[in-house]
């Protein structure tokens, strides 16, 4: 990372919940699903390579786990447990929310291949080849699928206004598309993922040190534990020797 890693995580930690409501559309349990992945992740940040890869790919295991397994607990299919949840994923200024409910429209639509591809580029700044590695497949592969997944968006470059607010001129007859995605990404990343205040470096490291003086609690007392069950195994297996 050429930034701070704690100043990533706040800023992109939006961006993982978004990602993470691809399969768990609740709002706090996706923010509480991120916030303990990144918990486990932060001793370990200095010593990774990529670590903006390794936190998104253990965000996405970790929220498709969760969705199977409450698919399988609710005898439902996940795409239906996410349809019964509303809750906005973005936010934007009152005057463009018709825009950001149709943003949140079209990627409801995506199927999940594409969709996570789109997060990962617009809102969470991966390059192709780190996408390639959280998904495990070609870079080519990725590029095809954040072009497909893009392609949904091209109404939202249909307005005039929607084009003029972004300082970008897009028609239909437009020959370079490489335009047309320009203007749409500028476009999606003027609409934020809802914000969440759990997701801050002083917090995490909050959240890690309780969760540590807990883990030292509980090898306190299965050590006590320990301890006591060998002295009554001593007695028992002693006293018929010592009347």
Known sequence: MSEDCSERIERQGPSLVLLVRGWVRPAEEAESLVQKVVVRFWPRRHFM???SSYLCASVRRAAMDRSYRDATMKKKPASTLLREESSPLLFCSKEFDERRKHVEQILDALPEEQREVVVMKIWIELSFQQI????????????SRWREGMSCFRTLCDDDD??????????????NSKYRITALETVLRSIQPIRTCRLTAPVIEQV????DRVRGIM????SLGSLIAGAIIAKLVLQPMFP
């Open 162 to 175: 929607a084009a003029n607010d972004e300082g970008s001129s897009v028609t239909e007859n437009d020959e």
């Open 208 to 211: 890690r040190k309780a969760r």
């Open 219 to 222: 090898r306190v007392v299965l």
């Open 132 to 143: 390639a590695r959280v998904l495990g497949v070609p870079s080519v592969i990725a590029a």
């Open 49 to 51: 390579d990529d670590p």
